[in-house]
Nanobody, 113 residues
Framework: VQLVESGGGLVQAGGSLRLSCAAS????????MRWYRQAPGKQRDWVAT???????DYADSVKGRFTISRDNAKNTVYLQMNSLRPEDTAVYYC????????WGQGTQVTVSS
């Protein structure tokens, strides 16, 4: 399965971005999907989860600002990011919760102050 993240960019603090993660391949089941992010020099951290049934969960740092969603027909997961802060700057990745697939290239999000 190949994961392709997109939608990142440079935005001012307080702005919004919508990330997309498209999965492609054959005979796969997305199941529960997650967004992660990795800031320079730091480990990759979990951001948000969405189950196949639509249950969602968020890291405390993004709760109330980010919204994860999915379109199963398109094998795509989204992350709507509002009220962005400079500390949200990172490369954002998506992946299945378990078992994980190979990581995609991620999409860079840069928030200027």
């Amino acid at each position: 399965v190949q994961l392709v993240e997109s939608g990142g960019g440079l935005v001012q603090a307080g702005g919004s971005l919508r990330l997309s993660c498209a999965a492609s391949g054959s005979n796969f089941d997305m199941r529960t999907m997650r967004w992660y992010r990795q800031a320079p020099g730091k480990q990759r951290d979990w951001v948000a989860t969405i189950s196949s049934g639509g249950y969602t969960d968020y890291a405390d740092s993004v709760k109330g600002r980010f919204t994860i969603s999915r379109d199963n027909a398109k094998n795509t997961v989204y992350l709507q990011m509002n009220s962005l802060r400079p500390e949200d700057t990172a490369v954002y990745y998506c992946n299945r919760a378990f078992p994980q697939w190979s990581w995609g290239q991620g999409t860079q999000v840069t928030v200027s102050s």
